[in-house]
């Protein structure tokens, strides 16, 4: 083959200064451990957040940073923790074990971070948990519903809510207040989904209620028409879904668009500002339920739902409130403990009534280190918005 | 478990089938024409798909242009960004082995996945249409206006390819290109104006249907590239690649095939049946089912698909001096961030000692080595948590499983050549994924298994982070002493001769085969080595704990190191994993200047930093 001698127009050179730019670029973007800006002064107290801020789950990183960063100006508004101000060190990674092991080891090693916040998924979650659990940090997995996740050790620690105690708030809403009795199961096929859809199942059964079909689909999944057709031939009279906010908007738009008539009703995690603009019409008449509502006269959410409008300028979603829930909690249970490792572990076993979105009070059961007890509004879209239920049963046409 | 739909339901199942596959089709016509032209599987083609909805969407949520309009800058921005890939990636890497240019378009696609989720943040964005509302009620379902306009440009655009294809002279010069690049040159043809148009072309039906499918759905969100690639590679290769007209069939096929897994078994088993598709089509009709008689066989890829290059000599006492290095550094530094990352190095070198063995030595480039660390990582802990076996033996007899696994299921392989066998253990290493997904009763699915027993050896616990560090290197090091113990018996020449000329190495009584299995068996057991340790040292396996991604990052450790070159596999491995750890100050750029220098080493050294052996 005779080898090309003209010059190229992108020369070595020029390459290199392309690549030169780009880096130059990275340097201006501040750390987030100094972008907080601080009221309060003294040494930092550090928080060690893993989690995903590129890939595939980015954009629940970025949830949790907006309900991060929230929860922070508050506590650093009202003075710190005990003069000191609360920060935190975000590590991306990707939602993958091999990154989040290191993350661990780097976190681990160093002694200012007094307790660690995350994995998103469960494979990077609990990869890491090992590495705490041995070297004695709390691993606080705030979205860790994966029902072996605290079993990991006596340092792992969840207020993620249970689906054991979510998913039978959703088959009485869906059974005994909004009378359905043939259920179709659309589940996210994660470990999330597939432990939730197995709870619902067996309390719908326990109600008294008949499912006749369950689908796990693929998080990466965009066509669910071939899908829909196999649910409605198992002829039921309502669609459960058990998604986050993006799948379970475009299930919601083909569930109309191949007309079918059937009423939706959605477990807790769509209730996001995206499930609307993304669902459009077709999420119109969807049945849900929330940790929170804004019309909701609880202070703490009255406070976190008028703080979030005014910073981002937009609806919190479910996944934020859990983040600004987590952070409220473990100021407390430092402001308590101190900042010693082992101290902020037997405080999470002690600390009580810390107001929280989410549950309202939090307590821990120190045998499951699981918090029970997630608040919990029935809601119905209605325009385009979130509508606290009025008690109207959905009219069941077959 | 298998349901049979009644006769309307059958009706409605392949309406889907066709909807989807009209989707497919618009991705599979531009990789089409880029391997008919170029003989390469552009990865980056899902990216700007990608990048062609963002310009969609952005020109209407910031212009309010109307829909032609939209498609219009789409068709324009997304050609440029083609003709700047070709530039920038593909034509200085010309001359160059074939393999630099695809992993050239893996670290354009890391680029430009992060440029639109930096730009646009992560979050997924609806994309409303202005198209009128009205539908078309076909069985019980209904069509809109966007399935027709899918189904017109797709249909629209193969027809008017195939034509400029037969009847201009730049079409005709695309392909005298695409038959012989150097004799197209000596008749006088401007073989990069080619290339250049050509990519210009795909990109801009890549960005549109990235524009389509986004509106279809009213979803686009940055992650949706991989997802797109991995289906129009599979509709392509079923319609035979390079073939524009039968990458539209294919897709539909590959949409009706899904549609139809999903009645018969239900949604999880739906992408199992694409590649089942694709394994059995790659089986039987390894050109494509629409490939006529009379074309040539497949190019012999033997010598050109890996450069030939000389391995820069390292002095004798480098690599015994590094590994002693390596041995007495937990000794010296109390650091164990950089152990930790120094042990997944470690385990990932002994993935790509096996990729580097099929694929460098052996000349069989797997996409689907994640396979091998999943079937390893499965097997070792379902023996130790089921039938309690200590761990040390556990270990190895997770490696014997996965060898004689993993040789079983890339038999059906062997007679494929090139690309093909990339694609065909790309499809393997999904089947695999997707098989622990699904037989719940021994791998419990989604949920996962926890509780896997940390490293030990009897009366000797090994979880701690320096015991861990050692236990990895020291198998590492067997690994890789019995590897170029291997490489330098007959074997090893034997091996060479498949991959130099697999046609002479018959002639001269060698099956090629047999050979290709040993080197499987071999390749599988320490990648399932590798996968089991990794189950002890994360105590937790799903299906999701060893992606694609992993293999697509197996093979750039590979080839970044130097094919065939064991002392490049673990640089690689080293390189890869060790960057994105060094690049954590800069948040979330890291994984653009991952992709930056991945696409500077490639630019300098094609034949990989130590060079093929």
């Known amino acids: ?398 | 478990m298998i349901s049979f739909p009644s006769a309307d339901a059958w009706l409605d199942y392949t309406i889907n089938g066709l909807i989807v596959g009209n989707i497919y089709g618009l991705l599979a016509i531009g990789l089409a024409l880029i391997f008919g032209v170029s003989h390469l599987i552009n990865f980056a083609h899902g990216s700007v798909y990608t990048v062609g909805a963002y310009i969609g969407w952005a020109a209407i949520t910031y212009l309010g242009t109307p829909l032609p309009v939209t498609m219009l800058l789409v068709v324009l921005g997304c050609g440029l960004l083609g003709i700047a890939i070709e530039r920038i990636g593909l034509r200085p890497l010309q001359g160059s082995a074939r393999i630099a240019p695809l992993l050239a378009t893996i670290g354009i696609s890391f680029v430009l996945d992060q440029i639109v989720q930096l730009v646009f943040s992560p979050d997924p964005r609806g994309l409303a249409t202005d198209l009128p509302d009205w539908r078309i009620q076909i069985g019980s379902g209904t069509i809109g206006p966007l399935d027709l306009l899918i189904a017109a440009i797709g249909i629209g655009s193969a027809a008017l390819l195939f034509g400029f294809l037969r009847f201009t002279k730049l079409g005709w010069a695309v392909r005298a290109t695409a038959q012989d690049r150097d004799a197209a040159k000596q008749m006088g043809i401007d073989v990069d104006a080619v290339n250049r148009t050509v990519f210009a072309i795909a990109a801009a039906l890549g960005g549109l249907s990235g524009l389509l499918v986004g509106l279809y759905y009213n979803h686009i969100d940055p992650g949706m590239s991989f997802q797109a690639t991995l289906k129009g590679v599979v509709a392509q290769v079923i319609g035979g690649m390079g073939n524009v007209p039968g990458a539209i069939v294919g897709s539909l096929l590959l949409g009706l095939t899904e549609s139809y897994g999903v009645a018969l078994f239900g949604t999880s088993y739906r992408n199992l049946f694409a590649f089942l598709l694709l394994i059995i089509v790659l089986v039987l009709r390894p050109n494509g089912l629409f490939a006529s008689r009379r074309q040539a066989p497949p190019e012999p890829m033997t010598g050109t698909f890996i450069a030939p290059s000389r391995p820069i000599a390292l002095p004798r006492w480098l690599v015994p001096g590094l590994t002693l290095a390596a041995i007495v550094l937990p000794l010296l530094v109390d650091a164990p961030y950089l152990l930790q990352t120094l042990t997944n190095a470690w385990l990932y070198a002994m993935l790509a000692l096996s990729l580097t063995l099929v694929a460098g030595t052996v000349g069989q480039i797997s996409l689907g080595h994640a396979g091998l660390l999943a079937i390893g990582a499965y097997a070792s802990a379902l023996l130790a948590l089921r039938l309690d076996l200590p761990v040390g033996l556990s270990i190895p007899l997770a490696g014997i499983v996965t060898a004689a696994l993993g040789t079983l299921l890339i038999w059906p392989a062997f007679r494929l050549r090139g690309h093909y066998v990339s694609i065909a253990t790309l499809g393997i290493g999904e089947i695999v994924a997707l098989v622990i997904l699904n037989w719940e009763s021994l791998t419990r699915g989604p949920i996962g298994l926890s509780g896997i027993p940390p490293l030990e050896l009897p009366h000797l616990p090994l979880e701690s982070t320096t015991a861990t560090y050692w236990s990895a290197l020291a198998v590492l090091v067997v690994l890789g002493l019995l590897q170029s113990r291997l490489l330098k018996s007959h074997l090893g020449r034997t091996w060479r001769a498949v991959r130099d000329d697999d046609i002479a190495a018959r002639a001269y009584g060698v099956s090629p085969d047999r050979y290709k299995g040993l080197a499987f068996a071999v390749g599988g057991f320490s990648a399932g080595i590798a996968g089991a340790i990794t189950a002890h040292l994360y105590s937790y396996i799903n299906h999701e704990t060893f992606t694609s991604q992993v293999s697509i990052l197996a093979l750039t450790m590979v080839i970044l190191g130097g094919l065939g070159n064991l002392v490049g596999a673990v640089l690689g491995a080293v390189l890869l994993v060790g960057l994105p750890e060094l690049f954590r100050v800069t948040v979330e750029f890291r994984v653009l200047i991952y992709g930056v220098a991945l696409l500077l080493l490639i630019r300098f050294r094609p034949q990989g930093l130590l060079g093929t052996v």
């Open chain 1, 1 to 398: 083959m005779p080898i090309d001698r003209r010059p190229s127009f992108l020369s070595r050179r020029g390459f290199l200064a392309i690549a030169v730019v780009v880096a130059g670029c990275s340097g201006l973007v501040p750390s987030f451990a100094d972008a907080q800006t601080a009221h309060a002064s003294g040494e930092p107290i550090l928080l060690g957040v893993s989690g995903p801020l590129t890939g595939q789950n980015a954009q629940y990183g970025a949830q949790w940073k907006a309900g991060f960063d929230l929860a922070l100006d508050e506590i650093d508004g009202a003075g710190g923790i005990k003069g000191r101000p609360l920060q935190y060190d975000f590590e991306d990674s990707q939602s993958d074990p091999r990154q989040s092991v290191a993350i661990a080891q780097k976190f681990v090693a160093d002694k200012r971070i007094v307790v660690e916040v995350g994995d998103f998924s469960s494979p990077a979650s609990m990869a890491a948990s090992p590495i705490y659990q041995r070297a004695g940090l709390v691993q606080f997995g705030f979205t860790n519903s994966h029902p072996d996740f605290t079993k990991g050790g006596d340092y792992m620690w969840s207020n993620s809510v249970s689906q054991a105690d979510e998913q039978p708030l959703l088959a009485e809403y869906a059974v005994k207040d909004l009378g359905l009795k043939r259920l179709a199961v659309l589940y996210l096929n994660t470990d999330w989904g597939r432990t939730s859809k197995d709870v619902f199942v067996k309390t719908t059964q326990d109600l008294g209620a008949t499912v006749v079909a369950t689908e796990g689909y693929q998080p990466d999944e965009k066509d669910y028409r071939s899908t829909l057709v196999r649910v409605r031939e198992a002829k039921p009279d309502a669609i459960i879904l058990i998604s986050y906010y993006s799948d379970g908007a475009l299930i919601a738009q083909q569930v109309r668009t191949t007309g079918i008539k059937l009423p939706i009703v959605a477990v807790s995690s769509v209730y996001s500002p995206k499930f609307l603009e993304l669902g459009g019409d077709a999420v119109n008449g969807v049945y849900t339920t929330s940790n929170f509502f804004p019309g909701d006269p609880r202070p703490e959410v009255r406070n976190f739902v008028e703080h979030y409008q005014a910073k981002y300028g937009k609806e919190p979603d479910a996944f934020a409130a859990r983040a600004y829930d987590t952070i409220i909690l473990l100021a407390q249970v430092i402001r308590d403990s101190g900042t010693d490792r082992k101290a902020i572990r037997d405080g999470l076993a002690k600390v009580k009534d810390v107001p929280s979105v989410v549950f309202g009070k939090v307590e821990f059961d120190p045998q499951t280190r699981r918090v029970t007890g997630a608040k919990q509004t029935d809601l119905v879209v209605k325009d385009g918005q979130f509508a606290v239920w009025d008690g109207t049963k959905p009219v069941v046409s077959n």
